[in-house]
């Protein structure tokens, strides 16, 4: 960012322009910044060219209201996003921002005092949040969701009145455009304080205008083999999510820390990792329960397939909020197979089988939903909860080291391809050859065959079997 600030005070040089907000207050919090927001007087777009040739960057016109244009770097993870005056003069500009930490300039070319109208360096100083007038909310309601994420980010305390003025505004959120929303709210729930940033939008009403499927979750009483409402439940689930994410080897030992926790920083898609889709996960896997729930002839509340419509929920949750079909596919599956590690408690001792099975059917998910289960089995505890707690973690330190295998292996070479298989048994494509297939598959995993010749064999004898 100092090449990039240094090429933009060459670029512009003898242009009246202002480095403002995130860039000035990082600096005063000796924080690493990789954006830099200018304010010109004069012509954007040329200004951004100039900066782009000066820097062999990129410069694009920025698909809001204002005329901004930004400037991304090739070289480096660095942006410069220049915007013309909104008013008459700076002072007028910086009070149409949010919050007053956000609303203080200096000058591009370096020579001036800070400009800070509305006390922003003192509110930094004193850990304050405030917003910049009882306008500035309510001009754009997305920031009572803002309020949220900085406060967590910079450890600021929203002032009395500044939280008086988001949560009249937090219903208004839910009419934003929603990704602009997921931009917020990707980065609370990627934060350190994600539990407290969501307790925050409870507090402010945000839950409801942002992830409405959450908050639905309030006042679902389950079994007793439940604690909690499913809502309390799920941060639970959330809280036991990131205690895996610091510690593995707190749950899997210290020979299988290292490869989980590379996993879960491994990018998925929206400049997220899968550590980020886990808690996501954690949040969404039992999103369906209340269109699911039913009750038993004594009373007890039952929640019959929330994993399938859970998993067509979490799907609808993210394509309104805007985000990568991927994303959208990995956390559909984590809520879908979320129950499966619970069944195989019912069938140990495993068979190769029984794990050929789970893996094959959670893949790709096969090691973060065997994640997402124990935080699920650790956060109910109800009756009998120590005895099924147990017995949950003995099969998921017996799954997890199979699990880690299966994908580092990635896609494994068949033993016979299908072609071949069909030419030997004079079979047609169809049904009963994937089936035979499929059957080689297992059967090759569980140690059972293992070539070629063995494989054809095996399927013979499969044809030749009654039902």
């Known amino acids: 960012m100092t090449d990039a600030l240094a090429a933009a005070r060459e670029a512009l040089a003898g242009r009246s322009a202002w480095v403002v907000g995130g860039a000035v207050r990082d600096r005063l919090l000796d924080r690493p910044t990789v954006d830099l927001d200018l304010v010109l007087d004069g012509d954007v777009a040329s200004a951004a060219r100039a900066i782009a040739r000066a820097t062999r960057a990129a410069a694009f016109e920025l698909s809001d209201d204002f005329g901004s244009w930004r400037v991304s770097g090739r070289d480096g993870p660095w942006q410069v996003d220049l915007s013309p005056l909104r008013g008459p003069t700076l002072e007028a500009d910086l ?7 956000n609303a203080m300039a200096e000058p591009l070319a370096g020579a001036g005092e800070r400009i800070d109208p509305h006390g922003g360096a003192t509110d930094l100083a004193e850990g304050r949040l405030r917003a910049v007038g009882s306008q500035a909310i309510a001009d754009d309601p997305l920031r009572a969701l803002r309020l949220v994420r900085i406060s967590a980010e910079l450890g600021l305390e929203p002032e009395p009145e500044t939280i008086a003025l988001a949560r009249e505004q937090a219903p208004r959120v839910a009419a934003v455009a929603q ?12 934060g350190d304080g994600v539990l407290r940033s969501l307790q925050r939008m409870d507090e402010l009403g945000l839950t409801a205008a942002v992830l409405p499927e959450l908050h639905a979750l309030r006042g679902i009483e389950q079994n007793r083999y439940h604690h909690a409402d499913v809502h309390a439940h799920t941060i639970e689930v959330l809280e036991h999510a990131l205690a895996l994410e610091r510690d593995p080897a707190a749950i899997f030992g210290d020979e299988h820390a290292a490869a989980i926790t590379a996993l879960l920083r491994e990018p998925l898609s929206d400049e997220i990792d899968r550590a980020f889709a886990l808690r996501l996960g954690a949040l969404l896997h039992d999103a369906a329960k209340p269109a699911t729930l039913g009750h038993r002839d004594d009373g007890s509340p039952t929640f019959i397939g929330h994993d ?25 599956a984590l809520t879908r197979h979320h129950l499966r590690l619970g069944f195989l408690v019912h069938e140990r001792p495993l068979s190769q089988r029984a794990l050929y099975r ?7 998910v096969e090691v973060d939903v065997t994640l997402l289960s ?31 295998e299966w994908r580092a292996q990635g896609r494994r070479t068949p033993l016979v391809r299908g072609g071949e298989l069909a030419a030997t048994l004079k079979l047609t494509d169809g049904p009963e050859l994937g089936h035979l297939l499929a059957e080689i598959d297992e059967a090759y995993y569980a140690g059972e065959i293992g070539t070629p010749a063995e494989a054809v064999a095996f399927a013979a004898r499969l044809r030749e079997t009654p039902g």
Do not use: M
């Open 179 to 190: 990704e602009r929303v997921f931009a917020e709210l990707k980065r609370i729930l990627a």
């Open 358 to 364: 789970y893996l094959k059917t959670c893949e790709p």
């Open 374 to 404: 124990v935080a699920d089995r650790l956060a109910t505890r109800g009756r009998k909860a120590k005895e099924s707690i147990a017995k949950h973690l003995d099969v998921a330190r017996e799954v997890l080291p199979a699990a880690l």
């Open 308 to 332: 399938r419509a859970g998993a067509a929920l979490a799907r609808d949750v993210l394509t309104r909020l805007r985000t990568s079909e991927r994303l959208k596919s990995h956390v559909a």
């Open 95 to 101: 009070a149409l921002r949010d919050f007053t930490i």
